[in-house]
Every structure is written in C-alpha cells, then in structure tokens.
C-alpha cells in the first residue's frame, strides 16, 4: 500500500490549558500513587501496563479517566484540558514498529503526541488487587464476604544492612515510612539485631545492628534510596533477599454471596442493571436461585475450575466461546456480559482511588462510549 491510500486522518485539536485555581502534580506524582495501589509487579507477563507517552515530569492539568484510550479519548482529552489520560487498557500492546496513523493505535499515539498529552496505562496490575476492577464489579452487584477468586503468590524482599548501634533507631525510622505507605496485608517488619562487627586491618570491634526489613518488591527503588541518605557510612553495604509468599489480597476474579439467594430471572435483570449491561449470553440455569457468584472482569473464563471448586452458582465474566460454554457441564451457569460491560466501571474506580488522595485535583471521568461492540 502507498501512502496515499491512507484513510488516516489526524482530529485537530488545541494544546490543554491548566485548570485555574486546582493544584497542580506531576504526572510521575500520580501514577507514583496509583502504582501503590496496583504496583506493576502485579501486571500479567503479556501485558503493558504504564506511562506509555509523555513525560512523568511533566506538570499534570487535570486527568480523564476512561477504559480505552482511544483517538476520540484524546480528542475529548483536549477539550476538556487534560493533559493525561488514564487507561484501563493498553492502548499500546506490542511494540510499535511505526507510527504513521495507519490504525486507530497509532493514530491516538499520534494524537496523544502532537497534543502533548501523556497516556498511562493501569490495566492487569489493577485487576489483581483485591480493592481493583473486580472488587469494583462485587460491589455494583452487592456481593458479601468478598475474597479473591485465584489468590497467587507474590515476591517480597528483605534489605539487610549493618550499622553502627547509635544510628540505628534513626535509619530504621527513615526506613519504615517508605515500606509502610502501601496498602496491604504485609507485615512489614523491621528486625533487629544487635551484634559485633570486626574491621580489617586492625581487628578493631563495634557493636552494630544488623537491621532487616521485608518489603514489597516493587518498593525496592526507594527503599534502597533512603537507606543511602540515612545511612551513616557513605557507601553501606547491604544485602537483597526474595521472598515468596501466597496472598489472599491479589490474584484473579473475586467471588461473594449476594446477601439473599435471589431466583435466577432476577438475578440476570439485577446483572444488567447493576452492570449496564444490554445482553447476557449464559448457559443453562441449574437451580431455581443463586446466591454465590464469581466474578472476573475482561476475560475469566480460566478461573471456571477455581470458581467452581469454590461452589459459585455463577461465573460472570466476559469473552466466553462457544465451546467453553459447555464447560459449564451442569455445575455452574456462565454468563458473558461482555468485555466492556464488565470493566466499564474501572474509570469510576480509578476517580475514587485519585480523589481519595489528591481531594481537589481535578480528576473527570471519560464521557466517550468506547465499546467496539454493539447489539442489535
Ligand atoms: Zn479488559
């Protein structure tokens, strides 16, 4: 194809003005926090969570909220003045070996560039925590006791360092407030051990204290920066451990009770209030009503083993083939309600988490329906 085939066109738009009378972050401040929240580490192998165009540094206007970063996202971006727009999905996935507006990727990469408006993604790190997408979902249908579908494991480390006894109360004070900041069930411990170092050439003896602490990996960063500015000897020595450990706080789907068993036809009306759903594809009904429900957004039907050993009369989810449907086998109704009909609600999730923490930043919600399908 020549490049005057090209069908592309680029929407014109004008640069963002900062909002007047709104504090003012950095981007690299904003997704710094929201990657306490789902830290990257938590993203599947696939996937292409991050600051995907722009720069951290730049000073945020104001942020759009939306699941597809789509042209027309950024298009709506400019119009309201943001200057970054945060996406559940990756609108970069693979790489992207040119970038001349041939698709609809490239030209929102395109847009986003020439109008100077940064692109972050928060997508399967966000799933995998227990307050992200899918608690999110539990929550529009009034599920209790919530838990998480297909808990996994994670990776903790633990930083090692020696130091002089009269400087250890202080540097493990430093310490502490880096690792503690992050939501989670990790007992971030700092342990102490006092002891006697002995220096070459002299044989010279100190005490010291051996100070260990476990933390979540992706705090290492830093961690091991604060240790070098509070730390008494210029260049400490120290040592890094991995840790695993399985956790009831991230993995895969959710599953809950509704707070009354409810008949199945109200269920499926209740499912596509709650969700703003238009169509429901599912498998047969097996008893007259439901009470346990799982639930993944996006595509979940890989938890149908777990969502069934966990005796949930429902698996809803998204994406499902002909042919999983009947893995359904009597001992669970699946329902599809589609993909976008599912994670819909995560840029009202991302306004909740943005707005807890930065109160008067001017966070909007997306107004643009990105859902590529439509019903008939
Ligand atoms: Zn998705």
Redesign the pocket.
Known sequence: MHDTDLTYSIVPMKPPKPTADLPIISIRQLTDYLETIAPPSYQESYDNTGLLVGNPNTACTSALLCLDATEAVIAEAVEKSCNLVVA??PIVFGGLKKLNGKNYVERAVLAAIKNDIAIYAIHTNLDNVRTGVNRKIADRLGLQQCRVLQPRTRTLKKLSTLCPIEHADRLRDALLPVVQGWQNDVANVAFSTIGVSTFAPTNNSVAEVRLDIVFAAHLERPLLAAMRQYHPHPNPNYELTTLEQSSEQIGSGMIGDLPQAMPIAEFWAHLKTAMQAECIRHTAPIAETVSRIAIC??TGISLLPDAIRQQADVLVTADVKYHQFFDADQQIVIADIG?YET?HFTAQLLHSIISEKFPTFAAQLSEVRTNPVGYV
Do not use: C, L, T
Request: charged letters at 15%; aromatic letters at 0%; glycine letters at 34%.
């Open positions: 559940h999905h957004g996006g993909h994670e």
